[in-house]
Each structure stands twice: as C-alpha cells, then as structure tokens.
C-alpha cells in the first residue's frame, strides 16, 4: 500500500490533491489499483454502443470490402488463439478514414480506411490494432481511469473546502483540467502503442509483414491534415508511431 506522510492542516493544497490524485487513479503503480466497472457491464455497454453505431451508419454495400475484412479478421483472430465467430466485424458506409473497436468483441472499419490502407497487410495492421484493443480490454482501462478521475477531483475538491483554502473551487477546477491532461490522454497514448505492439504480433503470427504497419502510418500522415501538439493528443503523433512499429519489427522478425 502506498502510504503519505502526516502533512499539517495548512498545506492541504499539496496535502489533499496528492493524495487525491494518487489515491483515485492509482499513484502506486502506473495501472489503476482498482476495478471500478464490472467486466460484464463493459461488454454490455460496448454491444450497446455498437447498436446504436450501426443504427447511425450504415454497412457498406461494397461487398468486395467486407470480404476481405472478413479474411484479414479471420487470420489475425486465428493466428491470436481467438475463435473468429465469436467477433462481429463490419465495414461501415462512411468516407471517415477510421476504425474502431468496442468491448463486446465488435470492430469497426470505415470505408473511407480502405482509400488509405494500400494492400491487405495494411489493412491487417488496423485491424491487428483494434484486436489488440479489446483483448487488453483497453475500453474497460478507459473507463476507469474516467471514473477514477472524477471520484478523485470530487474528493480533492471536498479536501480543500474542508482545510479551508482560499480559491478552492478554482484550484479543483484547475487540477481537473491538470489530470485530464497530465494522466488521462498520456494514458490512452500507452495504450495506443499497446495495441500496435499486440496488433504486430498478430501480423507477424498470421503470415503478414509487420513492416506494413509502418508503411500505413506513412501513408495516414500523408492523407492527414493539421494536428494539435503531441502532449495534447490522445493518439501518438504518427511520426513517433512509425518510429515505435519500426523499434519493434527487429524482434518481431526473430519470433
């Protein structure tokens, strides 16, 4: 258990909000200590949202498209030990050059993604990730770190109104936005990497060659527009995924 020292009333600004922060978003390690969402109610909320996706946008009518998804799925599922049928995937009538996943065992694809991933291995590599997602249940990672967050800016919110610091309803709101950025969106870059990582392993496990990966990540900054700074982002800048992928591929090589 991670243990702070006794701090006097007085320096509750520092006092409370360490051990807020630490206390709801796990300040032991770099992993929340705490599972503040069911497994099962992450699965049933990820089916939900799925439905109401598909409800929005339609499936394409292109069933060259939904073919080879179905292949490329099949593969990369076999290859990582899953059984394919118990996984929807699904391309979706939108020009967004996107994909996504959801707990649940649903993936997404857009057409639009189809425009930028120039043969199957690329396209391997976006599902490979979105794969990776849900198998290191990301969606529920995601979810608690939320939860944990806004217990956390509740109890150090309380903390400060209780030591009696002057502007504390600012402070709390500053801290939030110092939270949001500081643990929340770095904490969706690490998983971001992470599902590249296992999404590579699948590759190289199914017969495709991870170095696709990086070679779509080149094509996607090509395809892409403005971006806001790194720090800010809550997806690695793609120059700084290409040079993660490419770190990766020699080890990937020797399996």
């Not at 206390?23 to 699965?43: I, S």
């Amino acid at each position: 258990m991670c243990r702070a020292p006794h701090l006097h009333r007085r320096r509750m600004l520092t006092g409370a909000a360490g051990i807020a922060a630490m206390t709801a978003l796990g300040g032991c390690g770099e992993e929340p200590w705490l599972n503040l969402v069911p497994d099962e109610t992450v699965r049933e909320m990820g089916v939900k949202a799925w439905q109401e996706i598909r409800a929005k946008v339609p499936a394409s009518r292109d069933v060259g498209l939904q073919a080879a998804l179905d292949r490329v799925a099949t593969r990369l599922l076999t290859a990582a030990g899953e059984d394919p049928r118990s996984w929807e995937v699904a391309v979706l009538a939108s020009p967004d050059v996107n994909a996504f996943a959801l707990p649940g065992n649903k993936i997404g694809v857009f057409e639009g993604m189809f425009q930028v991933a120039g043969n199957m291995a690329q396209l391997a590599a976006v599902v490979g990730h979105e794969i990776g997602h849900v198998r290191a249940e990301h969606g529920q990672e995601r979810m608690n770190a939320q939860l944990a967050k806004e217990w956390g800016l509740r109890l150090v919110s309380l903390l400060l109104q209780i030591g009696d610091v002057e502007y504390a309803a600012d402070i709390a709101a500053a801290l939030g936005l110092g939270l949001e950025y500081g643990l929340v969106r770095p904490y969706s870059r690490r998983q971001e990497l992470e599902a590249d990582r296992l999404g590579l392993v699948a590759m190289a496990a199914a017969g495709f060659d991870p170095a696709e990966a990086a070679a779509l990540w080149r094509r996607m900054e090509a395809a892409g527009g403005p971006r806001v700074p790194d720090f800010l982002a809550t997806h690695p800048a793609p120059a700084a995924r290409i040079e993660a992928i490419e770190a990766m591929l020699p080890e990937l090589r020797r399996m």
